[in-house]
Nanobody, 122 residues
Framework: QVYLVESGGGLVQAGGSLRLSCAASGSIFSIKTMAWYRQAPGKRELVASITSGGPTNYADSVKGRFTFSRDYAANALNLYLQMDNLRPEDTAVYYC???????????????WGQGTQVTVSS
């Protein structure tokens, strides 16, 4: 079981910055994929993702503006999404995501944070 708690959303003017945080706890060492998604009315988008041993991937719409990072500390994992040069079209609810895989059965489990609202005004 993995638990994800997000923070850091809010209201910002276009061109501004925000940093989202996601505190992961539980079976963090079984996490294979971590990601940030966003949900706007009628549209869900994968913003950034990283799979164990692989590169970080970004949606074309955020490349060069968003940075996905992570750090491990005291049996906890923190994920961050640094968002710079924000645009009104970045307005959405942002979700932290983790996928674990049980080696013995190859079963995958998905976990989601509660979501945090990001609103960018023009």
């Amino acid at each position: 079981q993995v638990y994800l708690v997000e923070s850091g959303g809010g209201l910002v003017q276009a061109g501004g910055s925000l940093r989202l945080s996601c505190a992961a706890s539980g079976s963090i060492f079984s996490i294979k994929t971590m990601a940030w998604y966003r949900q706007a009315p009628g549209k869900r988008e994968l913003v950034a993702s990283i799979t164990s041993g692989g590169p970080t991937n970004y949606a074309d719409s955020v490349k060069g503006r968003f940075t996905f990072s992570r750090d491990y500390a005291a049996n906890a994992l923190n994920l961050y999404l640094q968002m710079d040069n924000l645009r009104p079209e970045d307005t959405a609810v942002y979700y932290c995501y983790a996928m674990t895989k049980v080696v013995a059965t190859q079963r995958e489990f998905e976990y989601w944070g509660q979501g945090t609202q990001v609103t960018v005004s023009s």
